[in-house]
């Protein structure tokens, strides 16, 4: 498997685990990096997760990799940060972390693959892009289910 192959494998595991999540979260990608032969992937969650729903998103997140065959490998019990990681059968590294204002951030890691070009994820994103900015913002999308209980000071309607 050469870095493109392992940074297509890593989107097929954003895009399935982002299906799986209902209401469905809104997300951009976040930036790629690739090293001497390994590529990182993200997913940055433009929607609002209220402290009330956090849990709720890791254990749906935990028991769909769980029934993927994705093995645990840690899990962050922090109140304002918390976050679960696994590692897939063929070897990814995969992550979901909550940051500051309730942002979920998804992020995949593969093993050390053939080096190679490594294109732009093909994968359609569901919210603004934020190209051109030098950093994405905070989570901006309300919604009536993962939003619940959050003020309106941390997300904000669209």
């Not at 433009?46 to 993927?68: C, F, H, K, P, Q």
Request: aromatic content about 8%; hydrophobic content about 35%; proline content about 4%.
């Amino acid at each position: 498997m050469d870095m493109q192959a392992a940074a297509e494998r890593s989107d097929e595991i954003l895009d399935s685990v982002l299906k799986e999540i209902r209401p469905e979260l809104r997300w951009t990608h976040g930036p790629t990096s690739v090293g001497m032969c390994d590529v990182t992937r993200r997913r940055v969650v433009m929607t609002n997760i209220s402290a009330e729903r956090r849990g709720s998103l890791l254990g749906l997140v935990d028991r769909y990799w769980r029934r993927s065959g994705y093995r645990m490998t840690a899990i962050n019990n922090d109140v304002d940060f918390p976050a679960i990681y696994a590692r897939t059968q063929d070897g990814f590294s995969v992550r979901l972390r909550i940051g500051g204002k309730g942002q979920a951030f998804f992020q995949v890691d593969t093993p050390c693959v053939q080096e190679s070009e490594v294109l732009d994820s093909t994968s359609q994103a569901t919210a603004p892009l934020y190209e051109g900015m030098e950093l994405i913002p905070r989570p901006n999308i309300h919604s009536d289910f993962w939003s619940a209980g959050a003020s309106e000071e941390a997300g904000g309607r669209s």
